[in-house]
């Protein structure tokens, strides 16, 4: 991922803070490593080049578990 993309996605936790490396390099790519919101301070995982939005896949309960 470049990181002129980071200028560009918003949290989506938050929906209003910019996104940054955690880790500042000073390579044009992002390709591991966790990215951090400005705002609310969320982090998400970085695999290969791509931001894992989603996170972990909690089980629904009650009646949405059937």
Sequence with gaps: MRRAT???LRCPR?????LFPEDPVA????IFGPVRCA?????FPVGEG???FVGERVRPQGLQSA
Excluded at 14 to 18: K, M, P, R, T, V
Excluded at 39 to 43: D, E
């Design 50 to 52: 791509m931001i894992d």
């Design 6 to 8: 980071l200028d560009i």
């Design 39 to 43: 705002a609310c301070q969320a982090r």
């Design 27 to 30: 390579e044009p790519r992002l």
């Design 14 to 18: 938050c929906e209003g803070g910019g």
